[in-house]
Structures are given as C-alpha cells and as structure tokens.
C-alpha cells in the first residue's frame, strides 16, 4: 500500500498518521506539502490528517480545500483511488466536495477530547474489512466542530444507500441522544462517498494502533485497508 499524507499548515497529527500506517503497512508514506500539485505516482491512498489546517479560519477546512493539492486529491478520488480523512480532514473533505455535508459546532459548544466508542455498521468496505459489521470500538476524539449535519435528503441517501460507516454509540453499541457526543446528525461518525472510495471521520483511529496506549482499536481500519491492497495485488 503506498500512501501519501497530506500536509497544511497548522496540521498537527501528519506525524500520528504517517507512523500508524508505517507500523501497519510496514511502509513509510510519502507527505505531501499543500502547495504540490501532483501526487507522489503510484499513490493507493491519500490521507488528509487531523489539526487545525490554516488556524481553522472562516469555517473548518474551509482554506484547506482551495490548495493546489487538493486538485490532485480530486483527480485521485475520481480515478477511484482511495481518501481518508480524519477530524479536520473529514471537515476538509466535505469544503471540498468529495463528501456531502458540513461539520458543526458541538452542540455542547465546547472542544470534546477523550475517548469514545464507535459501532462499525458495515464491515464489506476497505474501510471497514478490518472490523465485524456491529464490532464496538473505542478510539480518541479531539474536535470542537464534530457536529455532522446535512438535509434531509442527504441524510436519507446516506442511510438508504449504506453509506454510514461508523456511529458514536455505548460501550455496548447502543446508539442515542445519550451517546452521541457532539450532536451529530443520526449520531454520524464517519461516512463514505458515492463510490465508497473516500472516507471521512471525526475520530482517530491513528491514536489507537499501539498496546502502549492501552488499546489497539484503531488497527483495523488500517490492517483492513493494508489487506485491500495486498488482495488487489
């Protein structure tokens, strides 16, 4: 799997997300500076990481999705190549256009960081194959603008169509008003394109990959997507 990680400035979690897949992948990823506008040939996967790309000015992401890189990232999703994007770039990926919606205040109005559970609804994605469909896993969050809202009709294509992948949920995988953190929309976590090749999510799966963290949820979005490639091969 030969991914690329976008960097922007005020990016802080490149570095979480460039060591995640290099410890499951077993292959160091290339970063991508903003202002590039090609990607590295050969890219599988592109990630847009978490932080607070360009301070977080106007909206969340909104800056970031004008870079001259993210053409590429465009040209890249609709070749069918894959994209994930993590907190801000969940936010970076949907001021872009790869993914409908907009990420919102929390409905609490304040910065969320700990950890949460997630229930995985489908487990037939490259996003997902590392999990069972209805496996509960916990994973950090750390958002102040975590809140997915979309229209109506969105939200109903969303769901007819399977395209939620993840939701906040209990320990136990129930989900409701009671577990649903940041007010989100049908308790969104994560959602996936039209064509199920881009992936967004507010979470971060990269912070739960090592035993010296006290958990490994997060191996399985990556050990999934690593074991997509090497099928493809």
Known sequence: M????????????????????????????????HADTELPDGTDLVVVPGGFSYGDYLRCGAIAARAPVMDAVRAHAAKGGLVLGVCNGFQILCESGLLPGVLMRNAGLKFICKDVHLRVERSDTAFTRGYNAGQVIRVPVAHGEGNYAADEETLKRLEGEGRVLYRYCSPAGDVGDLHNINGAAASIAGIVSDKGNVLGMMPHPENHVEEIMGCTDGRGLFAGLAAHFDRAA
């Open 2 to 33: 030969k991914s690329a990680v976008l960097v922007f400035p005020g990016i802080n979690r490149e570095r979480d997300m460039a060591r995640a897949l290099k410890l499951i992948a077993g292959h160091e990823p290339a970063m991508v500076w």
